[in-house]
């Protein structure tokens, strides 16, 4: 079975209708042997803000240093979405074994007439994968309700109600009390319930709670009062926490002031699960990194546009307040919502709009856009039409929008999934040199390798993931042009497929060429790959040529050089050695990230660092600092360096501000840990696969901040969560990497890795020139090296390889 296969089967299961209660999926886990027994689990139910509540609770325990479990729904382009540890999407290989052992158990049940829904199979599938991830806590988001919920399966240690509204009253009654109650029925144990209800919600919740603990705005007179303090900047609002052993002052990435209540919640529960361990700095910092895609996201400036998945009437109200705390002219609605919300007291509630498009999300229970329409004109909109999709009502939306208009698409997250696309989509362009390779590339897609591919052997190949409709017009394009355009096969229409394109420059252009006009955000990344753009302005070294940057640590303990540059003049002669050897960058570092460092304190860091730089000044060179602390990134820029360095891909969430308040490159390096912790297990399907989808999302935060994507460098992360083939894998495939359209940056100086070929510790030197060939070979940018001399050869022989006439003249003297 391929994963593709297994998501079908969890998908095909939404046919069963629900079956309110916990018995089918305690029967399901003890087949399965009961893996969630001996995990704590926190608990989060609510009509909204469930969701975000999870994501920030997962953030400041996370921040905390427990290793985290969050199980959210529902997904926007793969089921694993909705279920991660530490961040990271739960692998396909263990979606495939789950299935691979559940599947009878289910088909039994489902003959004898007692099936198991989609929702309760993948709340035992995100508990099995908690149980043997070893989490130290898991942040579960019900689904519906709560005594009733799959969810209620476990104990919870901490658990919240976050707002009770009208909903679902089929099933969970027909009004605020008798909600409230099924609701309340999460509560813990050992710990009160914590709620963000208001008014006659929170009355109905102290009801029936046998302990409340309440969090409101001041004049609510709650237990724990937050504040919001409006925007900060386009994407962050500031919001304070004040309680028994709470006073925090943070920003929050996704405004509202209704978050503000949210992040209040959150915040007490990981107290209530962490202790002391979860301080005041702990519990800002995680709001501040819990990011959560699809709610009021600003994916761009001019014109403003909104992601928002508010989807009933009281999430329209709060995403108006929020809009109405951003600066713009017009407003252009594009809604697409399920067939079950009340869309006249949604029309109602959003703002006045110069216009609507209704469009339908590609889901069985999205409304027809005809009645979406029909809605908004009743609630006065007069510039109101349909489009086919979500993605053609965003483009038209876009394109009647003035620099200064907003574009705000709301109504469901499904609808938001798909205009998302326009930003998160990447075509990634394949290395084929042999029959084999291409082979490998389609079995990577689950795909059939047609016969022109086996036979021809040689192809520009690129991979990009569509959806059902757009798998079909990309092929019937693809049988016109010349090209080949191969997809695994389509069951359900809500897993995206990756689609493997082939063909010859031309093939590919013409492709681009056919589907303009229909599958623009497909075209665009697909022109991308096949240099059809238009070139950047040149602004840095490595624009021109692959560039080297030179490592400088003034460090006591770094792993090949630690102590040797620690002096400030000792470190400065060897810079100046460095710029002579034709290095184009100086890094410099004053905190060590090798397995078992020690933490070293911002100022002891800066008083490190800072002299160095100040000393630098005058050497014809860019100065990078080399650190994962925002607060040493600012007193760098401002000593005078040129570039930011961040091992840890923007982990301190300040990092993407002060790089975009400088304009300034940073480099995002992904990684797990670091320093790194030597022996953790990390799995991925496909490393390099893995690794892209992850930095895309690093990528897009620095973009959000208002960073060009040109000056955000991708660094793979060579030893940082990967095993040694692992590393070479990545080596290889370095190509594929400009499917993010960032400068490429890799790290291999003197590493473990090279181990894998014999070379011991202080015997690397050659491993590392070879590798640094190489990589120039495969399109990086930089390299990020110690040995600069060997390595400035390498990089210019690599490039006289590839085309003596590209040599530049410099390089000849």
């Known amino acids: 079975m391929d994963y593709h296969a297994a998501a079908d089967f969890l998908s095909d299961l939404r046919r069963f209708a629900l079956d309110p209660g916990t018995e089918s999926i305690r029967d399901l886990l003890a087949h399965l042997d009961d893996p969630h ?25 996370g921040a905390a240093g427990y290793r985290v479990g969050l199980y959210t729904s529902p997904h926007f382009d ?83 109600v976050t707002a009770v509204s009208l909903e679902h009253t ?85 405004p509202g002031s209704y978050q503000a209540r949210n992040a209040g919640v959150a915040a007490v529960l990981a107290r209530q699960v962490g202790g002391d361990r979860v301080t005041d700095a702990v519990v ?24 928002d998945g508010a989807h009933n009437p009281g999430a329209c109200r709060a995403a108006a307040a929020t809009l109405d705390e951003y600066d713009y002219d017009d407003l252009h609605l594009v809604v697409g919502a399920m067939h079950d919300k009340d869309h006249r007291e949604m029309a109602a509630e959003l703002p006045a709009a110069a216009s609507v498009r209704a469009c339908a999300p590609a889901h069985e229970r999205a409304a027809d856009p005809a009645v979406l329409a029909a809605a908004f004109r009743a609630a006065g909109a007069s510039d109101v039409t349909t489009a086919g999709t979500v993605a053609a009502a965003l483009d038209d939306a876009r394109a009647a ?81 010349g090209a080949i355009a191969v997809t695994a096969e389509y069951r359900t229409g809500r897993e995206l497929r990756e689609a493997v394109i082939a063909g010859t420059r031309a093939d ?35 624009e021109d040529r692959p560039a080297v940057m030179g490592i400088l640590n003034v460090t006591p303990d770094s792993f090949h050089d630690g102590g040797e540059y620690f002096d400030p003049t000792t470190a400065v002669e060897r810079a100046e050695a460095m710029v002579e050897a034709g290095a184009d960058v100086i890094d410099v570092g004053g905190e060590s990230t090798r397995p078992g460092a020690d933490p070293v304190p911002v100022e002891d860091e800066i008083d490190r660092v800072r002299p160095v730089i100040d000393a630098l000044a005058d050497l014809d060179v860019l100065v990078s600092i080399d650190t994962r602390k925002a607060a040493v990134g600012r007193a760098a820029l401002e000593a005078g360096a040129d570039i930011l360095n961040d091992v840890t891909g923007l982990a301190d969430p300040e990092m993407r501000f002060v790089a975009a308040e400088h304009d300034v490159p940073v480099v995002v390096m992904h990684s797990i840990d670091a320093p790194v912790v030597p022996d953790r297990a990390v799995t991925y399907d496909d ?38 083939v692992e590393n070479f894998e990545l080596l290889d495939r370095l190509a594929e990497f400009r499917a993010l359209g960032c400068p490429i940056l890799l790290g291999h100086s003197h590493k473990s890795m090279f181990g894998h070929v014999g070379q011991d510790a202080g015997e690397r030197l050659p491993a590392t020139v070879a590798t640094t060939a190489l990589a120039v070979d495969r399109g990086v940018d930089i390299v990020r090296v110690h040995d600069v001399a060997e390595n400035v050869a390498a990089v210019r022989t690599a490039v006289a390889t590839a085309d003596a006439a590209d040599v530049p003249e410099a390089w000849r003297e």
């Open 508 to 542: 590919l252009r013409a492709l681009a060429d056919a589907l303009d006009g229909t599958l623009t955000g497909v075209v665009d990344r697909l022109r991308d790959r096949i240099g059809v753009g238009d070139d950047a302005p040149t602004h840095y070294p490595w």
């Open 170 to 254: 089929g099933i969970l009654g027909e009004t605020l009390d008798e909600i409230a109650a099924e609701k309340v029925a999460v509560e813990a144990e050992d710990a009160p319930l914590v709620t963000g209800a208001s008014g006659e919600a929170r009355t109905a919740v102290r009801r029936h709670a046998t302990d409340a603990l309440t969090v409101g705005f001041a004049d609510e007179s709650p237990d724990v009062t937050v504040s919001y303090d409006g925007l900060v900047n386009h994407t962050e609002a500031g919001v304070g926490v004040t309680g028994p052993d709470l006073d925090v002052e943070t920003r929050i990435p996704v």
């Open 284 to 307: 800002a910092r995680g709001l501040r990194g819990a990011h959560w895609p699809g709610r009021f996201e600003v994916m761009e400036r001019d014109p403003l546009v909104v992601l």
């Open 401 to 481: 929008a003035g620099p200064g208009d907003c574009v705000l698409v709301v109504g469901s997250l499904f609808a938001v999934a798909e205009a998302r696309r326009t930003w998160s989509r990447l075509a990634v362009g394949r290395r084929v040199d042999t029959v084999e390779d291409a082979r490998a590339v389609f079995d990577r897609s689950n795909a059939d390798s047609p016969a022109g591919v086996a036979e021809e052997g040689v192809h520009r190949v690129v991979t990009v993931r569509l959806d059902r409709r757009e798998a079909r017009a990309v092929e019937r394009a693809a049988g016109r042009t």
């Open 37 to 61: 027994e001996g995990v704590e689990f926190v608990q989060i139910a609510g009509s909204n803000g469930k969701g975000s509540t999870a994501r920030m609770t997962e953030s400041i325990l």
């Open 78 to 160: 793969d089921v694993r979405e909705r279920i991660r540890v530490g961040g990271r999407r739960i692998p396909e290989s263990e979606v495939v074994e789950f299935v691979e052992r559940v599947r009878p158990f289910l088909v039994d049940r489902a003959v004898e007439g007692d099936p198991l829904t989609s929702f309760e199979t993948l709340t035992a599938m995100a508990l099995w994968h908690f149980g043997r991830s070893d989490v130290d806590v898991a942040v579960l988001e019900v689904g519906m309700g709560g005594r009733l919920d799959a969810t209620s399966v476990v104990d919870p240690v901490a658990a919240a």
């Open 687 to 724: 490393v390099v696969s893995d690794v892209i989808d992850e930095l895309a999302e690093r990528v897009a935060l620095a973009e959000r901040a208002g960073l060009d994507r040109e000056q955000v460098i991708v660094d793979p992360g060579l030893g940082f969560g990967k095993s040694n």
